[in-house]
């Protein structure tokens, strides 16, 4: 098994920044991939950016390119999400997830059901 826990959110305004962390523990030598996910109120949870637990892979949705930023310190078993210039429609819950799959496609991993761990998430409030 694997724990994640994230941390960091909070309320920021409109083209603030806020970095988020999720520390694993557990059984983490399992992990292949660590993403982050986020829902807002009445929508779908969609995918905003994953990262390879011992590879630099990287993998950003379209919505959040240029903006955001993951990054890993495998001697905490920490990742990180560095969020800068959000935007109202950035509010969400955002979560974090771990997937001991190996995919076989750059977007493989954009699909939530494909991750095994889940955080119980993080609250990002953006302000206009």
């Known amino acids: 098994q694997v724990q994640l826990v994230e941390s960091g959110g909070g309320l920021v305004q409109a083209g603030g920044s806020l970095r988020l962390s999720c520390a694993a523990s557990?059984?983490?030598?399992?992990?292949?991939?660590m993403g982050w996910f986020r829902q807002a109120p009445g929508k779908e949870r969609e995918f905003v950016t994953a990262m390879g637990w011992s590879t630099s892979s990287t993998y950003y949705a379209n919505s959040v390119k240029g903006r955001f930023t993951i990054s890993r310190d495998s001697a905490k078993n920490t990742v990180y999400l560095q969020m800068n210039s959000l935007k109202p429609e950035d509010a969400a819950v955002y979560s974090c997830a771990a997937t001991t799959r190996v995919g076989y496609s750059d977007t493989y991993y954009y699909t939530d059901y494909r991750y095994d761990y889940w955080g119980r998430g993080t609250q990002v409030t953006v302000s206009s």
């Open positions: 557990g059984r983490t030598f399992s992990i292949y991939v």
